[in-house]
Nanobody
Framework: QVHLVETGGASVQAGGSLRLSCAAS????????MGWFRQAPGKEREGVAG????????YYPDSMKGRFTISHDRVKNTLYLQMNSLKPEDTAMYYC?????????????????RGQGTQVTVSS
């Protein structure tokens, strides 16, 4: 059974940085997809970043490029999201998601498995 646990959410000032972590278990494929999406109250899910574990391929929507970086530690089986130059519009619940093959990082909002989320609040 796949289990994802996010940590690292916090309240920060605009311009600040945060690193989110997602501890994963139960994923046993040679390659699979993991990623992050976010959802603010009253808004649709928005993909933030996706990666194919085992293929070292990453995906970012154009709006996220340059400020957010996704990475994965295979030894710890932990996914990270480094967020820099945060803006108030980045305020949302951030979710870690995963899916076995076949999968594509672009579809992170539709991945089969997701965690409970971690709240990021950016104040101006």
């Amino acid at each position: 059974q796949v289990h994802l646990v996010e940590t690292g959410g916090a309240s920060v000032q605009a311009g600040g940085s945060l690193r989110l972590s997602c501890a994963a278990s139960g994923l046993s494929h040679n390659y699979y997809c993991m990623g992050w999406f976010r959802q603010a109250p009253g808004k649709e899910r928005e993909g933030v970043a996706g990666t194919i574990i085992g293929a070292d391929r990453t995906y970012y929507p154009d709006s996220m490029k340059g400020r957010f970086t996704i990475s994965h530690d295979r030894v710890k089986n932990t996914l990270y999201l480094q967020m820099n130059s945060l803006k108030p519009e980045d305020t949302a619940m951030y979710y870690c998601a995963a899916q076995g093959p076949p999968c594509f990082g672009e579809y992170v909002t539709e991945f089969t498995y997701r965690g409970q989320g971690t709240q990021v609040t950016v104040s101006s």
